[in-house]
């Protein structure tokens, strides 16, 4: 069956770095663009990175040089590196597979970011 699996949450410092991974498997992962959302408490789940087929990024305006997305097709994964990390990037952090073609859809179920002092 199709699964997403995020890994890297956790707790962290402002100004501080954490990598976040994601696995695919079940589904072609390849033909797939990625995408990490996040959802703060109370809030709703934002777009805030996404990598297409070709490996061309793109990111919310408020991860703009902060945040940066990467794959690796041959493993089925792609990572979020997020540096300069600010209590406002608190969220789950979630792991979406888009194909643009069929519309198909996939979701992790999450990782919880922490950035507090």
């Known amino acids: 069956q199709v699964q997403l699996v995020e890994s890297g949450g956790g707790l962290v410092q402002p100004g501080g770095s954490l990598r976040l991974s994601c696995v695919g498997s079940?589904?072609?992962?390849?033909?797939?663009?990625m995408r990490w959302f996040r959802q703060a408490p109370g809030g709703q789940r934002d777009l805030v990175a996404g990598?297409?087929?070709?490996?061309?990024?793109s990111y919310a305006d408020n991860v703009k040089g902060r945040l940066s997305i990467s794959r690796d097709d041959a493993k089925n994964m792609v990572y979020l590196q997020m540096d300069s990390l600010r209590p406002e990037d608190t969220a789950v952090y979630f792991c979406?597979?888009?194909?643009?073609?069929?519309?198909?859809?996939?979701w992790g179920q999450g990782t919880q970011v922490t950035v507090s002092s």
């Open positions: 979406n597979a888009l194909n643009v073609i069929t519309e198909r859809e996939y």
């Open positions: 079940g589904f072609v992962f390849n033909l797939y663009s």
């Open positions: 990598i297409n087929r070709h490996g061309t990024p």
